[in-house]
């Protein structure tokens, strides 16, 4: 399978805790998204790399959110000190090379976060 | 900031019905973009439309974009059980961050 792919696909932690999530995108891919997806809402756009730079963030990545992208492949995102607020399905997305006009955008199956 | 507005928020018909789901803006759309979306998993592109005016099809399912570029619907002809998901619409902004509406949910029962 050459899709996006992101791990792990389920975490529940406690609040305080740290928790990190990782997107392998599509190979070759040189844009990484990440998005948050809570219920009834659609994604909403958290940070994006073009290789191993991180180009933006959005107003919805607090200082307890990090996100890297080391070596331009694949990407983590941490949360820490999770609150319960942060429940969310974390959501990673890849773009081809040359499409920036249309900016299509390849989506993982997301990682569901449960704080309790 | 541009917002999508889509209509209706849910959706729930029989099989073999015919249904179209709507994406207003008050801005211009550089390029629209469809996703279906099922539970537990991430969004799929269904099409990109880019020219005002512009209608795409894919098998049943199709899309029109507005003359003016601040709409879209998706039409779907014969519903089956099988299109049953999340259906969002979202919008380009050159080059970086996709903005999602916040979808219509399409329930097809047998």
């Known amino acids: 399978d050459t899709g996006v792919s992101q791990d792990p696909r389920h975490k529940i932690t406690k609040r305080g805790q740290n928790v990190t999530f990782r997107c392998d995108p599509i190979s070759e891919h040189n844009r990484l998204y990440w998005y948050r997806q809570t219920l009834g809402q659609g994604p909403e756009f958290l940070t994006y790399?073009?290789?191993?730079?991180?180009?933006?963030k959005s107003r919805l990545l607090s200082d307890r959110f990090s996100a890297e992208r080391p070596k331009g492949s694949f990407s983590t995102l941490e949360i820490q000190r999770t609150e319960q607020g942060d429940s969310a399905m974390y959501l990673c997305a890849s773009s081809v090379p040359g499409t920036e006009i249309y900016n299509e955008q390849f989506f993982g199956p997301g990682t569901r976060l449960t704080v309790l | 900031t541009q917002l999508l507005e889509q209509s209706p928020q849910f959706l729930s018909i029989q099989e073999g019905e015919n249904l179209t789901v709507y994406c207003n803006s008050s801005?211009?759309?550089?390029?629209l973009q469809w996703y279906r979306q099922e539970p537990g998993e991430g969004p799929v592109l269904l099409v990109t439309?880019?020219?005002?005016?512009e209608v795409k099809k894919l098998k049943r399912l199709t899309f029109q974009f507005g003359d003016a570029r601040k709409d879209s619907s998706l039409h779907i002809t014969a519903a089956q059980t099988g299109d049953t998901g999340l259906y969002l619409c979202?919008?380009?902004?050159?080059?970086?961050?996709?903005?999602f509406g916040k979808g219509t949910t399409l329930s097809v029962s047998s």
């Open positions: 979202a919008s380009n902004q050159a080059g970086t961050a996709l903005i």
């Open positions: 790399f073009q290789n191993e730079a991180q180009l933006e």
């Open positions: 439309v880019v020219t005002g005016g």
């Open positions: 801005s211009v759309f550089s390029s």
